[in-house]
């Protein structure tokens, strides 16, 4: 039971506290492991609350920015616009920053239509965006987390790649994969296999504005927690190609 509990351990699920009953030497290495246990849940119920704290706190002075800009007489067009564009680039990457420390441990997993889902963020995206989900498919997972780890993966090739992107939903095997790409010019061989990594932003990406360098980190621990994995690779034929791989509902 305490082999089992602790590889059951991670942040995202703790498991139930151990019986100490039985031989002394096994109640007091039970004992020690439930501490442990709750000293992770107390960290991750602080952690909780100062995201909490920092979304409020940050995106409340963002807010009378906006408010104080909207009422200035006389701006010049190309300033405000420019004001504009950086609330949004702060405002985006404070998002970023709270899912990664916020993980998806509050939200529960329910049966899902993945096609639907996908189709519902889309969009929200507005973007000009191909879709051909085949027929219906459930999956177990937590939708928001899930919405949030799509709209990761459509920002950065809206920002940095090339339309059309694409989105489509598939099967291989017990997996539903979805698959997400654009037609820009790829992320050069030596970076794809750090792009999963926070914080790694590519060259091509270091070049432009915006961006904290954790949207496929986030899409990555999101497919992880629901028992699949991300895959990044370039295109044969130009841009980069994204699969997000999770488990179907058999």
Known sequence: NLAAAA???DQE????RLPVDGPTELAVVAGSFNAMRDRLELQSNRRTQMLAAI??????????????????????PDSE???VRQLERL??????FLDFGR????????????????QDVVDDFGLDIIIDPPVERAALLRPLAVKRALSNILRNAEIYGAPPIEASLGREGRMLVITIRDHGNGVGEADLAHLLEP?????SARSMTGGSGLGFAI??????AHGGALGIRNAPDGGLLVEMMIPAVE
């Open 13 to 16: 699920q703790l498991p139930a």
């Open 199 to 203: 914080f790694f932003r590519s060259d």
């Open 7 to 9: 590889d059951a351990t």
């Open 55 to 76: 979304s409020h706190d940050l995106r409340t002075p963002l807010a009378k920015i906006r408010l104080e800009l909207a009422m200035i007489p006389g701006i010049k």
């Open 91 to 96: 405002d985006a990457m404070l998002s970023q």
């Open 81 to 83: 616009a420019l004001i």
């Open 219 to 224: 899409a990555n621990e999101t497919a992880i």
């Open 103 to 118: 993980g998806i441990e509050n939200e529960a997993a329910v049966e899902t239509d993945l096609a639907a889902l996908l």
